[in-house]
């Protein structure tokens, strides 16, 4: 058993139990394996173990992999966890089936544009900056369900759910408890939130999607 699958299985035991502590559903976590900055020959393990749900930040970096493991895979299901560019909109929408960081105007309306004329139907989640951090992405708190409200209405999108990253030196704990207040607020189930670190918090807070990369594929290099 590869170390990939090693890892993947511990993370599968760790998000059950976390399920059952919280007295929620098993099984109604969804894990997105990040494979930002790791190629092919590492990702293809958790293909192989049948995993089937991965993250990436980047377009351009995704586009030099995913294409091939897709051929190779096809029932693999791509999220975008990162900043998106509108200017990449085309790309992002012809090779994900989930973006999770919808987070302005020009970015929805780009979105919206393109998922018209591809006739390719995404999941979609608002990503909010819930430490109202200068160099973060994110929507603000107190205009997150506004925001979800104009992207259903004016844009015609489908908003599944919000997406946080809590400040890296702060208790995630109150972060995860705000985006889901906010999303009960908007009428939005998926809550996207939770990484390595601190993924059981999460699902205890709600979390529908978690996003574990280094306890899986190992420590990444630096870029």
């Known amino acids: 058993m590869s170390m990939v699958t090693q ?7 760790s998000i059950l139990k976390a399920e059952k502590y919280s007295n929620r559903e098993p099984d109604c976590v969804t894990l997105i394996a990040v494979s930002k900055t790791f190629g092919i020959d590492d990702i293809r393990p958790a293909l192989e173990a049948g995993h089937r749900v991965f993250g990436e930040n980047r377009v351009q970096e995704s586009q030099s992999k995913w294409p091939q493991l897709k051929e190779e895979y096809p029932d693999a299901e791509l999220h975008l966890i990162g900043p998106l560019q509108s200017n990449k909109a085309k790309e992002a929408v012809g090779l994900f ?9 020009k970015i929805a309306s780009a979105i919206a ?7 390719k139907p995404l999941q979609l989640f608002v990503q909010v900056n819930t430490g109202l951090e200068p160099q973060k992405a994110g929507i603000a708190p107190d205009k997150a369900i506004e925001f979800v409200q104009r992207c259903r209405n004016t844009h015609n999108l489908d908003i599944c759910g919000l997406m946080c990253i809590p400040p890296f030196e702060e208790n995630p704990g109150p972060h995860f408890a705000l985006l889901a207040k906010l999303a009960q607020q908007a009428s939005v189930d998926g809550l996207s939130m939770g990484m390595s670190a601190d993924y059981e918090t999460a ?3 709600g979390a ?3 996003r574990v990369g280094s306890a899986i594929f190992g420590t990444r290099d630096k870029i």
């Open 7 to 13: 890892n993947l299985q511990n993370i599968y035991q």
């Open 97 to 105: 089936d989930v973006i999770h960081t919808i987070d302005r105007e």
């Open 113 to 119: 544009r393109e998922i018209q004329a591809q006739q």
């Open 203 to 205: 699902i205890k807070f």
């Open 208 to 210: 529908t999607h978690v």
